[in-house]
């Protein structure tokens, strides 16, 4: 099976050295980068195409929220945002720009091992402590304005509209599977199929998407 590559992106060396040295315990996850700015971890994402950039939100030059809406237009990686900040427009904003998940750099070892996992097969990861926030700001926010079921129904198909139901529940690939008894691979291709037909970046967008519409 072939290992997890991961950039990591992030302005302090010690940083990076300590999650260099945390992810290689993991033995299925494989650091192929390191980028001391956004800039840099934008040009190393479209050479490496790696499966996970870890992005720090706050660095020199081009921020965090800036290099993952570059990096998710190339569509170069998934990105995971791993900050000390929690803070509305760093939150917002990473996921507007269509990271597939935001973790504080609290986070527990184990965590953050298994977050990236899920990235890397295309789940999505939000810390515990800013999701309820969350949800409220986006389900309220004017430039979020909410969609109409009916305008979800009638531009997917009915098992497209279980995809984003289920992403409204905020579960993952493999749950989504088990309850619609079809094959992750299968679910994989919904949710991309989703994204496009609605014009979102990430399933996080698409989960905020769904609870807005009633389906979540």
């Known amino acids: 099976m072939n290992a997890i590559t991961v950039l990591l992106a992030d302005d302090h060396a010690t940083v990076r050295a300590g999650l260099r040295l945390l992810l290689e315990t993991a033995g299925d996850i494989e650091v192929v980068g390191e980028a001391a700015d956004g800039a840099a971890a934008v040009r190393q994402a479209r050479v490496l195409r790696p499966d996970v950039v870890l992005m720090d939100a706050r660095m020199p030059g081009t921020d965090g929220v800036e290099a993952t809406r570059q990096v998710v237009q190339d569509a170069s990686a998934e990105v995971l945002m791993l900050t000390t900040f929690d803070l509305d427009e760093v939150v917002f904003g990473a996921l507007r ?14 965590q953050l091992i298994d977050a990236i996992r899920r990235v890397a097969v295309g789940d999505g990861v939000v810390a515990p402590e800013v999701t309820r926030r969350l949800l409220h700001a986006f389900a309220n926010a004017p430039e979020q304005p909410a969609a109409q079921p009916s305008r979800v129904v009638d531009g997917l198909t009915p098992r497209e509209v279980d995809v984003l139901s289920s992403l409204g529940r905020g579960l993952p690939n493999a749950q989504i599977a088990a309850e619609l008894s079809i094959s992750v691979t299968t679910v994989k291709t919904h949710v991309s199929s989703v994204l496009a037909k609605l014009d979102l970046e990430s399933r996080m967008q698409a989960a905020i998407y769904a609870r807005e519409a009633g389906l979540g």
């Open 97 to 110: 720009a269509g990271a597939s998940g935001f973790l504080l750099k609290s986070v527990e070892p184990a």
